[in-house]
């Protein structure tokens, strides 16, 4: 075929379009076409999630009630249970220690993950008058460990949901806070402690759900603290420390309670009337811009910015039965509970979760 003058001048013009290493130049007024990774959603246990952990690599993992724990990476998951080498399905707490293992607090005691293979650990149980190993009392769960915190003598502090709480070294458990709170039927002390922190300074804070109120330790003695002290109720649910040190504590409920802060000399409560959501605060969580993230039973989730409350919602949806809260490395706030996990990016929320 002979090559007409435009011919040659077509030619021209098609391979200008082409650079010189032989790939289609790019046009910047057009969009480019970005690969959409998508994101597999975790099922929903029948009981739903009961807590949430950030792992040092930024992964997340989630702690349900009866479906084990569900280890997350931001686009896929693996669910662990006791076929795994959990103590339980019914997991409630998560802690890392200084050697990079991880701590779950389950319904049969103790497991440790050394990021290879889990390790069952039983907790003791000491009858607080005799001293002798008992028969557990059935209205409650001494061997549970509901709340789990490591302290900066890398010491593992566990709460049980009757037995007080232990100090584990890694060799034995040593037996704290057995005896306060109020007597059961069979005339002992049976202190569930379902939530431990540990603040800015490096004390241990234990909340009480059997009137115990708040304890702090500071490494050498406890200091209790009850509603004569401030508190606005005796039963503890939860709490945080926030970025300039003060506790928040949040409650049971039963009575005229609130959202409760300490400053470190005084209590201050904020109440329903003081426009609260609820006052049976499950989970709190401070967020970069310094609002506090509230968490509550049977009510919506909702944010304290210093001065008012305010009920949170996305696109005319409610979030209720948030049980934690928290957020990622990317500043990603999660939260979850018995309906499921959402993930709020600061302008739209994602249902991390499915029912299929």
């Known amino acids: 075929m002979k090559l007409t003058l435009r011919n040659i001048s077509l030619l021209i013009l098609v391979s200008s379009f082409i650079s010189c290493n032989g790939q289609v130049k790019n046009d910047k007024s057009s969009p480019e076409v970005e690969k959409v990774t998508e994101v597999i959603k975790i099922p929903l246990p029948n009981n739903g999630f009961s807590n949430g952990y950030v792992d040092i690599d930024g992964t997340l993992w989630f702690t349900s009630n009866g479906g084990g724990v569900y280890h997350f990476d931001g686009k896929t998951y693996k669910n662990y249970t006791m076929k795994d080498g959990l103590s339980s399905n019914q997991v409630f707490s998560i802690a890392s220690d200084h050697k990079n293992n991880l701590w779950f607090g389950t319904q049969n005691g103790l497991t440790k993950y050394d990021r290879k293979k889990f390790e069952q650990i039983p907790l003791p149980y000491q009858d607080t008058t005799t001293g002798w190993i008992r028969t557990v009392y059935p209205a409650l769960s001494p061997n549970a460990a509901y709340a789990l915190a490591t302290d900066n003598n890398n010491n593992l502090w566990i709460g049980t949901g009757g037995a007080g709480a232990y100090c584990f070294d ?10 306060i709170g109020q007597k059961q039927e069979d005339s002992l002390y049976h202190n569930w402690i379902p939530f ?31 509603i004569k002290d401030g508190l606005s109720e005796d039963q503890i ?17 039963n009575r005229n309670s609130g959202l409760t802060v300490y400053d470190g000399s005084s209590f201050k409560t904020y109440s329903v009337e003081d426009g609260l959501c609820n006052k049976r605060i499950r989970a709190i969580y401070e967020d970069k811009n310094g609002n506090l993230w509230l968490g509550a039973h049977l009510v919506d989730l909702c944010i304290f910015d210093g001065q008012k409350f305010s009920e949170f919602n996305y696109n005319g949806k409610a979030f209720s039965d948030v049980l934690f809260i928290l957020g990622d490395l990317e500043d990603n706030i999660w939260f979850g509970g018995v309906q499921g996990i959402w993930k709020y990016d600061g302008e739209k929320v994602t249902e991390m979760t499915t029912n299929k």
């Open 170 to 179: 890694g060799n034995s458990f040593k037996s704290y806070l057995a005896e």
């Open 237 to 253: 649910r939860t709490i945080y420390c926030d970025k300039t040190g003060k506790i928040w504590f949040g409650f049971n409920g």
């Open 196 to 226: 431990i922190r540990k603040d800015s300074k490096g004390n241990i804070w234990f909340a009480s759900m059997t009137h115990g109120g708040v304890s702090q330790f500071d490494g050498k003695e406890f200091t209790q603290y009850l």
